[in-house]
Structure formats: C-alpha cells, structure tokens
C-alpha cells in the first residue's frame, strides 16, 4: 500500500515548494495528498478577495488587511510577504501542530517566503521548474487566464525566482506531469527515512 512508504509514527517533516506560476506545482501538490494520507498541504492566509470557486479554509484563509497586520504584530506567522498589493503568509502554530501529529507538511510558498525562512526553518525546500522560459510562456497563453501582459508579468518574475532555485535542495523539472511527480514522491519518502544525527 503506497501510505505504507511514509510514516505516521514520529513528528512529521515539512517540504517547502516553491515554483512559477503555470508549472504544476498546484497540480503535483495535489497528487502528493490524494496518494498519501499522512501528507497535507498548509491553507495560507491572504488579504486578497476570493477567486471564483475559491473557499475559505479550502483554498486559502481570506482575512482582512487590519487582521493580518495584528497577526503580524503577534507573531503568528512563520513567514509572509506582500505580492501584487496583497498579503500572504503561513501560521506557524497550525504548521507545528499538524508536524506533532506525524503529519507531512507541505508548504507552497514564493522563493520570496522560502528564502526568509532557508537558514532558520528546519525542513526540506523544493523548487520545481519549468523546461524552459518559453514553455512556461507556452502554458500560461495556453491556460487562458490571464491577459498577454499579466503572462509577460509572471515570465518576468518566474526569470527572478529561477534564479533562486539554487538556495533549495531540490530542483525538480516539471517536463512531464507524471515523471516530475515521481521524483517529487522519491523525494518525500527519502526525507521521511532520513536519519536525525543532529549534527
């Protein structure tokens, strides 16, 4: 039984994602869950209004701009940052309880968040890239979503977050779906049996 790869039986261990937008990573996240039972994805909290579809507490915790900045000033974040004039950031009391439970943590957040955290948070940081620049432009067109200059927007930062891979300890390339989630499962499980020296 595949859930039988990962443990339950100690504190769970928690993977940082991050990727550009348009190269699977919501995707390959997803099947990480739907496969492993001891494998959750954190819900971030946003100041940002609900998508259509969106659900709170599903797909991210919509709260207000004054109630953020309160959890700021309590400390209750374990990162967070401002992108396109919204806030978003994690809860580091919900992470660490999850973890204590034996749950496998995966937080899907900008290089901007993961580098804030890469010398002082204790967990396994995975970047998950495109083939190329051009076929991640390919795939944004061909998603339909956005407007040519949100695309050349999104090529422009995905350009700066490459750049950033190198600071992870993973670099996983999203060429096909299915080939970039099995290095993806490989990686979980080879965490979870990794041994603690301390050193």
């Not at 039972?37 to 579809?53: A, C």
């Not at 067109?141 to 040519?148: A, F, Q, S, V, Y």
Request: charged content about 25%; proline content about 4%.
């Amino acid at each position: 039984m595949p859930q039988k790869l990962l443990s339950e039986s100690h504190r769970g261990r928690a993977f940082i994602v991050s990727a550009p937008a348009g190269t699977g990573k919501t995707t390959l996240v997803q099947m990480l869950v739907q496969e492993f039972p001891s494998v959750i994805e954190s819900i971030s909290y946003t100041t940002r209004n609900p998508r259509l579809g969106e659900i709170d507490g599903v797909h991210y915790n919509f709260i207000s701009a004054e109630e953020f900045q309160k959890r700021i000033a309590s400390g209750d974040f374990l990162e967070y940052v401002s992108l396109y004039g919204c806030y978003y950031g994690t809860s580091k009391l919900w992470v660490e309880a999850q973890l204590a439970l034996g749950k496998h943590v995966v937080l899907v957040i900008d290089t901007q968040g993961a580098l804030q955290l890469k010398g002082s948070y204790p967990a396994t940081y995975i970047f998950v890239g495109p083939p190329s620049i051009e076929e991640l432009r390919r795939r944004l067109i061909k998603r339909g979503t956005e407007t040519m200059e949100k695309i050349d927007e999104r090529i422009n930062i995905a350009e700066k977050e490459l750049q950033a891979a190198r600071f992870y300890d993973y670099f996983v390339i999203n060429r096909d779906l299915n080939i970039a989630y099995q290095v993806l499962r490989s990686i979980l499980i080879a965490e979870d049996h990794r041994v603690d020296t301390g050193l």
